[in-house]
Structure formats: structure tokens, C-alpha cells
């Protein structure tokens, strides 16, 4: 379907500039510009596609963990860790007819789905005040995972005076297209509107509803999102600045491809982060992957490694629990954010020694120091969710663009897909806001008093800019 796109768009675009040879008028010439515009912008976007997907199997995509703001739930079992509950009540829930297709125009183009959104008016200052909207742009999950931990726009709602918007990205929760999600994912058919282009086009439909619902012309509207939500902010407002006045874009890894970021920069920076945290754990950790080979060479070897490791169902080959390992410390490093620090609570484990002084031994117990006390570790049976399933689709449909204006790119230094990001300062107005210490996503969580400092005044950094961005906007919008 891709190439399909690809060969169309080109003989769109050839087609009008052969138009504009057979004298037309200034209107039809003009009308023409735009649509090879527009043809050579859609070509331009499904060779970035294409681009992407050759070069991201070079990458090992499929053991660095997903880009979520959120991190594995095993941190998030004790209710005090949920910040975000008591919010919910201030949410309305409503969904959008919104268009399958946004760039053809097939009759099948022309489905629609329902999508989901939700707002928070609690805090507004109202359309006749022109107060800002802040829109919370879903990515590869239900909105529902988001909306307890996506602290951000609720502790700066107040100081704005800001509506706030929760959109939930297609083929995801409850905003499926072609009535289940079993007809969505089927085949390539279905699949091919489940892209990061239709997804922006999605938030650009939905923000213009509610601000001519809302008769809220002038407000000014900035996009948040993180991870991989971040990236879709960054491109929402390199795609749609006449919607969006600005973005902030949290551990958003937006370059993070060949020949841009150094092929094994994410485990570069997940070793360093380990390395950080205890020499000694390190080198258990380098030094385990040729032991476990070595144990599984031998005849009763992967029974030693299935009883060694208390896995779930007995291990077929060596590889089940390197990957498993390898996920792990990517995702402790990835996610090590206060107060729990999972590489230190992984390195704490190794170095203990609660589970023998053998090398295999002390990281079994950075297993278990990871993931509490359970009857078993490995290779669990789990569920495929619609994330896992939807995400593998997703990774090879990213956009990548290099200018812009009004974008905050944030990230953590110990976050691993920092590699991948955007950590000086490109322009004036497109901005670099970093932290040494900083973790994933973790500038745009809920605000809490154990806080550290520099966590603090990164916030606080961020949302001087906005208010800058905002104050600038009502400047020219009085000025006009």
C-alpha cells in the first residue's frame, strides 16, 4: 500500500506541473501550485517513511523498550505513587466523528470512527479572556494510562488559566476505526491509516472542533507530549503552526536514526548509567552475557539457567533470558527516576549477594531486587496488548523534520533514547531544556515534594518559555 502511495503522489505531482504548461489562469495556476505543493510535501513525508523503516531494523528496536512517558508498571503497584486520581472527576469525555483518511480521497477515504477526548475546564480563564488551551497529544496506549501519572498541564492549569484537552491517538482505547480492533489490525488495508501523519491530522480536527465549539478563535493552543507523544507535538507544530502556538516536547528522541545518532547510542548511555550507579554491578553485568552462553552450551544447561532464574515455563534457548535481562536493565535505565531509581535498586540487588556470591547468582538477585519477590521471573505467560501489537506497526512510520519554531525539546541525560535527542539549542525559539540527573518523561509528571531541585527548576524553565510564547502572541493578537 506504501509504494502504491508513494508511485500516486508522484504522478499527482507530475501531472500539475504538466498543467501549468498549457496556459492556464492565474487562479487555476495558483490552485496548481498548491496541490504540487501538497503532492511533493505527502512525497516527501512517505520517503521519510520508507527511510525509516530500512534503517530501523539495523537498530535493535526490538529490545529497547517502547517509547512511553509512563515505564513499566512495576513501580507503579503502591496506590501513593498514582498522583492523578482525584482528577478524573474534573474530566468530560467526548468523542469526535473523525475522518479515516485525511490525504485521499478513495470513497473509503471518506469512514469515519469515534474518537475519544477529554477536557478539564476547571481551571479556564474562558474564550472572551483568549486563555490558552493545553492539549495532551496520546500516543501508543489508551489515554486512561496517561491521565493518573501526566502530571504537567493540571499543576500549571491554575497559573495559565488554561482549558485542558486529552486526545487519545487512533487504533488505541476506546477510538478504534472499523468497529474492533480485530478489523482494524487485520490486514495491511486497515493498517495503512494507522500512521503518524493521519494521527497529527486526527489532533488538528479535534483542537479545531473544540475551539469552534468553545468560540475560542483566539486562544492559543500548545501541544504536550511525551516520548513518542513528543515527537508527535514536535511535528504537530512543524506540520500545523497555524494551530498549535508552540510544543513542548518531552524525551522526544526525534533524531534517533542512521547516520543521524550513532548506532549503539541508546545501550551506550544504558552502560553508563549502570557503570554510575556501581563499577562492581557493571562488570557482573558485562561479564554474565559469555557466562550464561558458556552454562547453556552444556548438555543439562538451560535446565541449570531455568532452575537458576525461577523461570515461569522451562527455557528453550539461551536467548529467552538474555533478551529478558537485556529488557530489563534497558528499562531500569531508561525509567531511573526518584524516588525508586530502579538501576540502583537493580545494582543494589547484584551487589548483595542475597542469592550466592556465583556470578549467575548476584544477577538473579538484581532480578528480584527489580521485580519483588514472585513465584517466577521469566518468560512469563502474559497477554499481547493493544500497545504491543500497536507499537511494532507504529516504529517504522516516524516523520522526521528539521526546522521549526516554539518547540521545547526536554530530556534526562540517564534516559538512553536521550541519545536520540534534541540537547542544544537549534534556534532562538526552538529550545534545548536538559537535566544530568533526568529520567524519561519525567519533566512532565506530577509535580511532587519530594522533588529534587534541579527536576524543579527544569520545570519552571519550561514554563517561563511558554508564558514568553503566550505573552507574545497576545502582543501581536492586540496589535492586529
Request: charged letters at 20%; a neutral charge.
Amino acid at each position: 500500500m506504501g509504494f502504491y502511495f508513494l508511485r500516486m503522489s508522484l504522478l499527482q505531482a507530475l501531472n500539475h506541473l504538466r498543467n501549468l504548461n498549457k496556459k492556464p489562469s492565474k487562479l487555476a495556476i495558483q490552485m496548481h501550485r498548491a496541490m504540487v505543493f501538497q503532492s511533493l510535501f505527502l512525497l516527501q513525508l512517505l520517503l521519510l517513511f520508507f527511510l525509516t523503516t530500512a534503517t530501523a531494523t539495523a537498530k535493535r528496536l526490538h529490545t529497547i523498550p517502547r517509547l512511553s512517558p509512563i515505564g513499566p508498571r512495576v513501580w507503579l503497584d503502591h496506590p501513593d505513587q498514582i498522583l492523578g486520581e482525584s482528577v478524573r472527576e474534573d474530566l468530560e469525555t467526548f468523542f469526535y466523528n473523525q475522518t479515516l483518511d485525511h490525504f485521499n480521497y478513495r470513497p473509503e477515504s471518506y469512514d469515519t470512527f469515534l474518537q475519544r477526548y477529554l477536557i478539564n475546564s476547571k481551571y479556564w480563564g474562558g474564550a472572551n479572556a483568549c486563555a490558552p488551551i493545553l492539549v495532551y497529544l496520546g500516543a501508543e496506549a489508551p489515554i486512561d494510562e496517561d491521565l493518573d501519572v501526566i502530571g504537567f498541564l493540571v499543576d500549571t492549569a491554575a497559573e495559565f488559566s488554561s482549558l485542558l484537552v486529552y486526545v487519545e491517538h487512533r487504533y488505541y482505547g476506546k477510538s478504534i476505526p472499523f468497529g474492533s480492533r480485530e478489523e482494524a489490525l487485520k490486514n495491511a488495508s486497515t493498517l495503512g491509516y494507522f500512521n503518524s501523519a493521519q494521527a497529527i491530522a486526527d489532533y488538528a480536527a479535534i483542537i479545531i472542533h473544540i475551539k469552534k465549539t468553545l468560540q475560542a478563535k483566539d486562544s492559543p493552543v500548545i501541544v504536550i507530549g511525551g516520548s513518542y507523544g513528543g515527537m508527535l507535538a514536535s511535528w504537530f507544530r512543524l506540520k500545523y503552526p497555524h494551530i498549535a502556538l508552540g510544543a513542548l516536547a518531552s524525551s522526544a528522541p526525534v533524531l534517533y536514526f542512521d547516520d543521524i545518532t550513532p548506532q549503539y547510542g541508546y545501550y551506550a548511555l544504558v552502560s553508563k548509567d549502570f557503570r554510575g550507579a556501581s563499577e562492581t554491578c557493571y562488570q557482573t553485568i558485562r561479564k554474565s552475557w559469555e557466562e550464561i552462553d558458556e552454562v547453556a552450551s552444556k548438555p543439562d544447561g538451560l535446565s541449570i539457567l531455568s532452575k537458576k532464574f525461577k523461570t515461569c515455563n522451562p527455557l528453550t534457548d539461551a536467548s529467552e533470558l538474555r533478551n529478558h535481562l537485556d529488557s530489563m536493565y534497558a528499562n531500569a535505565a531508561q525509567y531511573n527516576k526518584p524516588p525508586t531509581y530502579p538501576v540502583n535498586k537493580v545494582c543494589g540487588g547484584i551487589d548483595g549477594g542475597g542469592f550466592g556470591d556465583d556470578l549467575l547468582g548476584r544477577v538473579f538477585g538484581g532480578l528480584v531486587a527489580y521485580k519483588g519477590n514472585r513465584s517466577c521471573y521469566v518468560n512469563e505467560p502474559t497477554n499481547q496488548s493493544e500497545t504491543s501489537a500497536g507499537w511494532r506497526w507504529q516504529s517504522i512510520r516516524l516523520i522526521l523534520q528539521r526546522f521549526a519554531s516554539n518547540i521545547i525539546f526536554s530530556n534526562g541525560l540517564r534516559d538512553p533514547y536521550s541519545s536520540g535527542g534534541v540537547l542544544e539549542n537549534i534556534s532562538d525559539t526552538v529550545v534545548a531544556v536538559k537535566t544530568v540527573n533526568g529520567s524519561h518523561c519525567l519533566d512532565i509528571l506530577f509535580a511532587k515534594e519530594t522533588d529534587p531541585e534541579w527536576l524543579v527548576a527544569q520545570r519552571k524553565t519550561e514554563i517561563k518559555i511558554i508564558k514568553e510564547w503566550i505573552n507574545k502572541y497576545y502582543a501581536d493578537l492586540s496589535r492586529f
